[in-house]
C-alpha cells in the first residue's frame, strides 16, 4: 500500500532553515576535522588483528548497501510512495553511518593505506581518490540537510536538495568500493 502522505516531525518543523543548516554545518565541519587529523596526523597504533584487517572489506559492503537502498529510495520515490522511500533512505543512512564507524575504527587502528600502483592506473586511482574525499566531505551536509528538509515538512527545498544529493551519495559510495578493489590490486 504507498503511503501519500510524507512523515514529518513536528520539533524540525519548528526549526528555522538558517539555524538548522548552520548546525548541520558545524557538525559535519567537525566531522571532517576530525577524519583529517586522524587519517593525515595521528598515524595508526602498533595494535592489529583480523578484525581490524577485515574492516576494509566491511566497508566496501556497507558502501555496496548504501548504492543499493539509496536507488531502491529513488525507485520508491519515482513511485510516489513516501513511506517506503523514506525506510530506504533512512536505512541507506544507517549502513553510510556504520561505514563511518569502522572506518574510524580501521583508520584509528591502521592509519592509511598507500597505493603502490604505478603507470597509467596511478593517475586514475588518485583522481578517484581525491573525487571521493572532496565530495565525501561536501555530502554528509548535504544528506542531513535533505533530511530535515524532507522531516520539517520543507518538501518543495527537500526535491531541489536531493536532486544535487543523491548523485553525489552515490558516487561517494560506488568511489569508495573502487578504491577499496584499487587498493586490493595494487597493495
Known amino acids: 500500500m504507498h503511503s501519500d502522505r510524507p512523515v514529518t516531525i513536528d520539533l524540525l518543523k519548528d526549526i528555522s532553515l538558517p539555524r538548522a543548516i548552520g548546525v548541520i554545518l558545524f557538525i559535519s565541519s567537525a566531522a571532517f576535522a576530525f577524519l583529517v587529523w586522524l587519517i593525515y596526523y595521528k598515524g595508526g597504533s602498533d595494535y592489529s588483528s583480523n578484525l581490524i584487517s577485515s574492516l576494509p572489506a566491511l566497508n566496501a559492503l556497507l558502501n555496496s548497501a548504501s548504492t543499493v537502498l539509496l536507488l531502491f529510495g529513488y525507485q520508491a520515490i519515482r513511485q510516489r510512495d513516501f ?5 530506504f533512505n533512512l536505512t541507506a543512512f544507517v549502513t553510510s553511518t556504520f561505514f563511518l564507524i569502522s572506518y574510524v575504527i580501521y583508520h584509528n587502528f591502521h592509519g592509511s593505506t ?11 586511482y588518485f583522481f578517484i581518490l581525491i573525487s571521493h574525499i572532496i ?4 555530502v554528509v551536509p548535504m544528506i542531513l540537510t535533505s533530511f530535515y528538509l524532507a522531516f520539517s515538512g520543507k518538501l518543495k527545498l527537500h526535491r531541489k536538495v536531493s536532486k544535487v544529493t543523491l548523485p553525489v551519495w552515490l558516487y561517494v559510495s560506488v568511489t569508495g568500493v573502487v578504491i577499496f578493489f584499487m587498493l586490493r590490486a595494487y597493495s
Open 83 to 87: 513511506n517506503r522511500h523514506m525506510k
Open 135 to 138: 565530495l565525501s566531505a561536501l
Open 114 to 124: 598507500p597505493f603502490t600502483g604505478q603507470g597509467f592506473v596511478r593517475p586514475i
